[in-house]
């Protein structure tokens, strides 16, 4: 009669329940990790469009009150709004300024989230911003990370 020696087991064979643990814990850390950059991504962009909404009814009362909308000066023919001289928007002659006049004031504090007012005629504006990948029904339809839109004061167009 001969003797076996027992096979000695291999490290799955042994702890197979804990590697098997460990990869579930992966997978879920994986799609945790997903679905909270998704619903990052998304509460930005809502964020930025309750932004773009405010600007258009803040353009809006300046308009109402100088039947026009905020000119666009210097050498530039666009601004961007809430930074640099571009911070706040009152009832005066320039509209969009740095320190605005307590009695004029229409916006304290106008966003900053990269919206390029442009005067494009008298008596229309428009403010270009960009989405990221996906809103709602919306698509990143260039392929490029981005959903390119613009406001005017008819109304909001993605392209």
């Known amino acids: 009669m001969a003797f076996r020696l027992p096979q000695p087991k291999t490290f799955l064979q042994k702890h197979w329940r804990l590697v098997l ?3 579930v814990f ?3 850390a994986v799609f945790a990790f997903w679905f909270v950059n998704r619903a990052r991504t ?3 962009d809502l964020e ?6 405010d600007l258009r009814n803040n353009l809006g009362l300046y308009a109402y009150f100088r039947n026009d909308y905020p000119p666009v000066a210097g050498t530039t023919a666009e601004r961007l709004l809430g930074q640099g001289d571009a911070i706040c928007l009152d009832k005066s002659d320039e509209g969009l300024r740095n320190a605005c006049d307590p009695e004029l004031l229409i916006a304290r504090r106008l ?3 990269d919206f390029v007012y442009q005067k ?3 008596g229309n504006y428009e403010l270009a911003f960009q989405f990221q990948k996906r809103l709602g029904s919306l698509f990143d339809v260039n392929k490029d990370g981005r959903i390119e839109c613009k406001a005017t004061r008819e109304g909001i167009e993605c392209y």
């Not at 930025?48 to 909404?53: D, S, T």
Request: no cysteine.
């Open 111 to 113: 966003p900053q989230a």
């Open 26 to 28: 992966i997978i879920i």
């Open 42 to 44: 998304r509460t930005q």
């Open 120 to 122: 494009s005629a008298v």
């Open 21 to 23: 643990a460990v990869v």
């Open 48 to 53: 930025k469009l309750a932004a773009v909404q």
